[in-house]
């Protein structure tokens, strides 16, 4: 099955509360936590709000399955929510779909999602002969549902002021011009370049023990599944307000 392209959305939020929520990372408690604090704090707020959450819902943490089950349900009353999708997403899909190996996807912290899946990373090998079988084992043992969610997840939400996207930009390319590769992976490219940005840019991916803030772009990524600090941002009226869990 060849990658398909994955849909790139656009959204004018100026009268809109919008909350984004940094790499989760298996981290379900934390997810719920700050769920429960973006409901309270946009009980505050007028009319119905947005929450954004910006890729790599799987893998390290202990409850892949759990945060995937969550983000596939309603949002909270009063709430619309738009789920990016992040690299580890993408791997994960790429491994269903033949791109990569199971050794290689194992390496991005992928034996947690198979424990929070009821499957055991380290006995499959020695029951399987060949690693076809094991492969074909684990493909058919993951729920559908889940995949065809991850599939359908967008690179890009861009809006009159802010991009939302998992790793960054390429800053030498028009948002057009953007590869789905670049918008989930990018790294040192967007993050050491003097080249100024379009608008602010909210990522992730990249992790620190702190929120990233500089004048065009802020990076959410606080560790959350070795730390606990699962880091949200709010914009509203032109205002950029940061809590954590």
Not at 54 to 62: H, K, T
Not at 142 to 158: G, K, Q, S, W, Y
Not at 209 to 230: Q, W
Request: proline residues 8%; aromatic residues 8%; contains cysteine.
């Amino acid at each position: 099955m060849a990658r398909q392209p994955r849909p790139r959305l656009t959204l004018d939020i100026a009268a809109i509360p919008t909350y984004a929520i940094g790499d989760i990372h298996g981290r379900y408690d934390l997810l719920v936590k700050a769920e429960a604090a973006i409901l309270r704090d946009g009980g505050q707020l007028p009319g119905r709000k947005l929450i954004v959450t910006l890729g790599d819902y799987i893998d390290r943490g202990p409850e892949s399955s759990q945060v995937i089950a969550h983000l596939m349900e309603p949002p909270p009353d009063g709430f619309d929510r738009i789920c990016l999708a992040g690299n580890h997403e993408v791997a994960m899909l790429d491994y269903i779909d033949g791109w990569i190996s199971y050794d290689d996807w194992m390496q991005m912290g992928s034996a947690e999602l198979l424990k929070s899946y009821g499957l055991d990373p380290e006995h499959l090998p020695l029951v399987f002969p060949t690693g076809a079988k094991l492969d074909a084992f684990i493909r058919q043992s993951l729920p559908r549902t889940h995949i065809d969610f991850m599939r359908a997840m967008p690179v890009l939400l861009e809006t009159p002021s802010v991009i939302f996207v998992h790793a960054g930009i390429n800053p030498k390319l028009r948002l057009g011009e953007q590869t789905d590769e670049d918008l989930v992976l990018i790294r040192q490219r967007f993050l050491e370049s003097r080249v100024p940005l379009p608008k602010l840019v909210v990522h992730g991916h990249t992790p620190n023990d702190e929120p990233d803030i500089r004048p065009r772009r802020l990076n959410l990524d606080t560790r959350a599944f070795r730390s606990g600090k699962l880091t949200v941002a709010r914009f509203w009226q032109g205002k950029v307000h940061l809590f954590s869990t």
